[in-house]
């Protein structure tokens, strides 16, 4: 009997709802929580509504990659598009903050599988030069997303309410997977899977030790601390047995072979250093633009959405110029810019228009859509059907560690250098007094003096954020060098 063909126009429009539903929810909640947070309170636990999130989307994204090459596209999409509706939905009822936190979790639990899976359902039904083309599109809708999410976030508060803000996710994924399930045909496998489930716990408890350790880590326990020491203990440990599980599983969560490749390997490192850049321009330049420019709030939003500007037109032009130019050639030209965005970063000034700041973070977004977009097709080409789900979750995995790596060492850097500022000159202010730099208000409340004194020494902690993410643009541009240089699509 003839199988049912892939109605393809379908299929991208459903991805694309689905990508968006994933994205747009990293920044609608920011514009909501100081909201959610005046009704609900634990106001101590605030960043952990996004760290739950963020924990659980990164440590389950390989195994949805892995379980994806065992047992078809659809079936992971719709389990994991349900667990973030499902998510969502509860998110509305929470009625404090512990129970948002639980939500979140389940939410982030579905997150994880929504991504990968949508990039990998593009890579199977797009060859060649179309795919490059597709996939450069769908790279563009986190540009989008990341533009239309604040403003989205902002009207539904002020109309409906903040319980929308997670509601608003429910049609579009419901749609998604109607999409998917109608009009996506997977050929049919003979082969029984099988599941590492030893290689997928471990994998979990791993990555669980060590996101723990990176996001906590000089907050809830010091550095130099038992609980640290342990954390680190269970994650080398687990590593070790990890590695001997993986090399005698029949079908290993994170098979060795696929990192044995020279594009899989040196496309991850690059997308864990631009993760790291990501990062610390994202939480960093708009505390710069509000607490040391004194700038209102939608004018740091702008420079940042320079960022996301710059990234879908570069993901565009990639897609189209890959098949011609292929991943070393675009990956070196999105290096070079990110190392003018980074390094240009060093020089600003407190008096600098913030058009300058929102060009600077253009090329950032120019470099990042050059390197992400060739990254995907590209990988999507090294492997076989059979090794596309793991080797595509991956990728994305190690950006998204470089953006805990690079949250916690650039956090890291920044209390570090204002302590001991305000150590060195003796003063009576606390780490926490910077807070007040960033709200107009509590501005008010220092003095000429001291509102300099402050900016100052955030100024000169957010001049090293700067310096390391250049560091970093520096080591993805040696990376690219060991890209094979003949063009891969």
């Known amino acids: 009997m003839k199988s049912k063909a892939t109605k393809r126009p379908f299929v991208l429009v459903a991805v ?3 990508m968006f539903m994933g994205a747009v929810e990293a920044t609608i909640i920011a514009t909501a929580m100081p909201n959610i947070t005046s009704d609900l309170g634990g106001f101590s636990r605030y960043s952990w509504v996004f760290s739950a ?8 994204v390989l195994i949805y990659g892995k379980l994806a090459d065992l047992f078809g596209r659809k079936i992971i999409f719709f389990i994991g598009v349900t667990l973030f509706l499902i998510g969502s939905f509860l998110c509305g009822f929470a009625t404090s903050m512990e129970q948002l936190i639980v939500y979140r979790l389940i939410q982030g639990l579905g997150a994880g599988a929504v991504q990968p899976i949508a990039t990998i359902i593009i890579g199977d039904i797009y060859q060649g030069d179309e795919r490059a083309k597709i996939q450069g599109y769908l790279a563009s809708v986190w540009g989008i997303s990341a533009v239309s999410g604040p403003a989205i976030g902002g009207i539904l508060v002020e109309t409906v309410g903040w319980e929308f803000v997670f509601w608003v996710n429910i049609p579009l994924g419901l749609i998604a997977m109607l999409g998917i399930v109608l009009f996506l045909h997977e050929p049919v496998s003979s082969k029984k899977p099988v599941v590492d489930y030893k290689g997928a716990l471990l994998m979990t408890v791993i990555l669980s030790s060590l996101l723990f350790w990176l996001v906590e880590g000089g907050q809830s326990f010091p550095w130099i601390s038992l609980v640290s020491f342990s954390l680190l203990g269970v994650v080398m440990i687990g590593c070790i047995i990890f590695l001997k599980v993986e090399r005698k599983a029949m079908e290993p969560f994170m098979p060795i072979v696929i990192w044995k490749n020279k594009i899989i390997l040196f496309a991850n490192l690059i997308s864990f250093s631009t993760g790291v850049i990501l990062i610390g321009l ?4 708009p505390m710069y633009v509000t607490g040391v420019m004194e700038q209102k709030a939608i004018v740091a939003g702008f420079t940042l959405t320079a960022v996301s500007i710059g990234w879908p037109l570069a993901s565009t032009a990639a897609g189209r110029l890959l098949p011609k130019y292929g991943a070393s050639k675009l990956s070196f030209i999105g290096t070079i810019f990110l190392m003018i965005g980074t390094f240009s970063f060093i020089f600003i000034y ?10 600077c973070s253009f090329c950032i977004g ?10 995907i097709v590209t990988i999507q080409e090294a492997v076989t059907h ?3 789900g793991v080797a595509t979750a991956s990728n994305l995995f190690m950006r998204n560690f470089g953006n805990m790596f690079g949250a916690a060492l650039l956090g890291v850097i920044v209390n570090k250098t204002i302590s001991k500022y305000l150590s060195i000159h003796s003063s009576t202010f606390e780490l926490s007094s910077v807070n007040q730099l960033l709200d107009a208000d509590e501005r008010k409340l220092f003095s000429m003096e001291q509102l300099s004194f402050l900016q100052t020494g955030l100024e000169y902690a957010l001049h090293g954020v700067f310096i390391a993410s250049f560091i970093f643009a520096i080591i993805s541009f040696v990376l690219v060098f060991g890209l094979p240089k003949k063009k891969e699509v």
């Open 366 to 375: 120019i470099g990042m859509g050059l390197t992400s977009t060739s990254f």
């Open 53 to 60: 999130y963020l924990l659980m989307s990164t440590i389950t």
């Open 282 to 285: 994202s939480s960093y330049l």
């Open 350 to 359: 407190p008096l600098l228009h913030p058009i300058i700041i929102a060009v």
């Open 386 to 388: 059979e090794w596309r």
């Open 16 to 18: 694309m709802l689905a």
